[in-house]
C-alpha cells in the first residue's frame, strides 16, 4: 500500500516584487527540503518572484481581484484537495482562510502569518478604515489554530490592537537567510563608487514610501556630510522618488547620493557598503537588516515598532535611534562607520533567521511531521 504525506497549502497572493513574495519563496523552499508537500494557491500571480517559487510546489491560480472574491475558488481547492494544513500569508488572506474552512467542511489547520505592526500602519487613517482592519480581525483570527507573528513585537501589536489574549499568538522569525544570499552578494558590482572608495559607501534599501522614510535619512546623510565624505546609495522604487529627488538638490547633495531604482540583486551593494541604514517608521521584521548582517555588514536602524531593537538584540549589535530624528541618526552613522562590529558578531545575530529553522517552526506550528 503506497502512502501519501499529507499537504501543506499556502494562500496568498503574488502581486509584485515586495518583501512578503521573498520570504514566502524562502519558508517554501525551506518545507520542501523537509519533505513537506506544498500547494501555492494565488489569488494573484505577477511579478518578478513568480520565477522563485521551487520546482516542487504545486500552483493553484484563482485569478481574483481581491482577496475576499478569492474564497469561492480557495472553497473548491480545499474541498477536492484537502490538504492537511492551510497557511495564509497576510491579513486579508488569512480571513478568507478561515471562512474558507468553515464552508468548506475540510479539517485543515489554518494558520495565519501576521508580517506587520498593524497599530502603527493604521496610525493616521481614519475611524471607518481602522474599523474595517479591526472588526474583521476580532472575530475572525480566533478561529485559526495558529497566529503566527514575525516577531514579538508585532504579537504584542495585534493583541493589544485586537484584544484577543497574547498567549495566541505564537512569534516565528522570517525564514530571512539562504545560502542563496551569499551566493548572489559574489555577483560583479558595476558600480563605481565601490571602486574608488572615496569615502565610505552607505547603502540603504527598501520601497520608496513613507513607512520607510527616507527623506529623514537624507537629511542625516547631509549632517553626516558636513564633517566626512562619504556616499549614500538608496535602492528602491515607488511613489516617494519625486520627493527624495528634490531633496537630494534642496540638500545639495548631487553628485554624492544616487538613487538607481529597484535591483533583483541587492546583494552585492549589501555585502560592498560600509554601512546599512534602516530609517523605517515602523516594520513588522525588516529583513533587509538581517541580510545585511548576514553579509557582515554594521547596520544603524531606527528603534521602530517593531523588529530592529530585537534584530539587533537592543542595541547590542546595531545602534538604535528614536524615529525621524536625523541628528541622532547621523550620530550614529558615524560612530558606527569609526568602530563598525566585527562581521562574526553580525553573522551571529542573523543566525535565527536562517530559513530552514524558521520552516520547521512553521511546519510544526502548523502539525505536520518533518522528515
Known amino acids: 500500500m503506497s502512502y501519501t504525506r499529507p499537504r501543506l497549502a499556502v494562500f496568498m497572493s503574488f502581486s509584485g516584487d515586495g518583501g512578503v513574495e521573498h520570504m514566502m519563496c524562502n519558508l517554501m523552499e525551506g518545507m520542501v527540503v523537509q519533505g513537506i508537500p506544498v500547494d501555492l494557491v494565488l489569488i494573484k500571480a505577477k511579478g518578478g518572484h513568480l520565477s522563485r517559487i521551487p520546482p516542487a510546489v504545486r500552483v493553484f491560480e484563482l485569478n481574483a481581484a481581491t482577496s475576499l472574491l478569492a474564497l469561492p475558488g480557495l472553497v473548491r481547492y480545499l474541498r477536492r484537495h484537502r490538504p492537511a494544513a492551510l497557511l495564509a500569508a497576510k491579513d486579508r488572506a488569512g480571513r478568507v482562510a478561515v471562512l474558507a474552512r468553515r464552508l468548506s ?20 487613517k481614519g475611524r471607518i478604515a481602522r474599523l474595517a482592519r479591526y472588526l474583521p ?10 497566529l503566527i507573528a514575525v516577531s514579538r513585537g508585532v504579537a504584542d501589536d495585534m493583541a493589544a490592537f485586537t484584544g484577543i489574549p497574547r498567549e495566541r499568538f505564537r512569534t516565528i522569525a522570517n525564514p530571512t537567510v539562504t545560502s542563496r544570499i551569499v551566493e548572489d552578494s559574489r555577483a560583479d558590482l558595476d558600480e563605481p563608487w565601490f571602486r574608488d572608495r572615496d569615502g565610505p559607501v552607505i547603502v540603504a534599501a527598501g520601497r520608496l514610501t513613507a513607512q520607510k522614510d527616507f527623506p529623514n ?28 529627488e528634490a531633496m537630494v538638490e534642496d540638500l545639495d547633495l548631487a553628485g554624492r547620493v544616487k538613487l538607481p531604482g529597484f535591483i533583483a540583486n541587492p546583494y552585492p551593494y549589501f555585502a560592498a557598503a560600509d554601512l546599512f541604514v534602516l530609517a523605517s517608521r515602523w516594520e513588522g521584521s525588516p529583513n533587509v537588516l538581517v541580510e545585511a548582517l548576514a553579509l557582515g555588514t554594521p547596520v544603524v536602524a531606527t528603534d521602530c ?7 539587533l538584540r537592543g542595541g547590542e549589535v546595531g545602534r538604535l535611534v528614536p524615529v525621524g530624528d536625523p541628528f541622532a541618526l547621523a550620530q550614529a552613522m558615524a560612530a558606527t562607520l569609526d568602530q563598525p562590529p566585527g562581521a562574526d558578531i553580525l553573522r551571529d545575530a ?22
Open 105 to 124: 467542511g475540510v479539517k485543515a489547520r489554518v494558520g495565519i502569518r501576521l508580517g506587520q505592526t498593524l497599530s502603527a500602519s493604521l496610525k493616521h
Open 305 to 311: 515598532p517593531s523588529g530592529p531593537r530585537e534584530i
Open 217 to 244: 535619512l537624507l537629511r542625516a546623510f547631509a549632517a553626516l556630510s558636513t564633517s566626512r565624505r562619504a556616499r549614500l546609495i538608496i535602492l528602491g522604487e515607488g511613489r516617494g522618488r519625486p520627493q527624495l
Open 350 to 371: 542573523a543566525a535565527p533567521f536562517e530559513a530552514r529553522r524558521s520552516a520547521r517552526a512553521y511546519v510544526q506550528a502548523l502539525g505536520m511531521d518533518v522528515e
Open 137 to 146: 480581525a476580532r472575530w475572525l483570527y480566533p478561529m485559526a489554530d495558529e
